[in-house]
């Protein structure tokens, strides 16, 4: 098991140390999620109307055709909001490591682009998969992959089914302790909503960090310089 007050404490004293302030950096994810988020909530309205037209009204071919630069634009937002979204774990996995770590880190996932969109389709699939036997499955199998991405920044040599098949390796035996800390942060994000994310600009870097942590945590527990991994700085 992982010592989550030890962890904890250890990102907060590495965020209030970090230079630049993370909640610049944070700031500056946070934007540029919520503007790709809207952009996909608008693309998504035309959708609605779609689905209006052929469950109540006659099927319409051209409709349909109209739908598709919409699907891939939402398909396209999607992908680039996951780039960025791991550029965010490579800026706070940075931090923990107390690394050089700046606004610059938000492009890393650009870098490893292939495994990103493999990992981002391959958990998809398989986590739906899952879910068509019962919800909880489901749940269990996102556990399962929740590693797959610190893995992909990690090692470039691997591709996105290695990494997949790599974060299973490491969650073995730790997907209710991952629970149970997600369950600690619960507050802080009802918080962060209730604060339409004003909260989350302060308190994004220290969770995020915190889950760094139990990465390097899972990398000590599991694995051995054999398999390529250099121990992280904790």
Known sequence: MFDRLSLKY??????SEANPSPVTVTFVYLIITAILDYLQSRLSEPMFFWKYEISFRSFNPQFEKSMFIPILLILALSILLQFISVGYLSYTLRLSRKQPANMNNLGDGFYRYRAIIGIYFLQTIFVLLWSLLLIVPGIIAAYRYRMAYYIALDRED?????????SKRLMHGSKLELFILDLSFLGWWL???????ILLIWKLPYI????????????????NPSNGFTPPNM
């Open 208 to 223: 995020q960090v915190t889950y760094a942590y139990v990465y390097q945590h899972l990398l000590y527990r599991h694995l």
């Open 158 to 166: 691997l591709g996105p089914l290695q990494c997949i098949n790599e």
């Open 10 to 15: 250890r990102a907060a004293k590495v965020v």
């Open 191 to 197: 918080l962060g909503m209730m604060t339409f994310g």
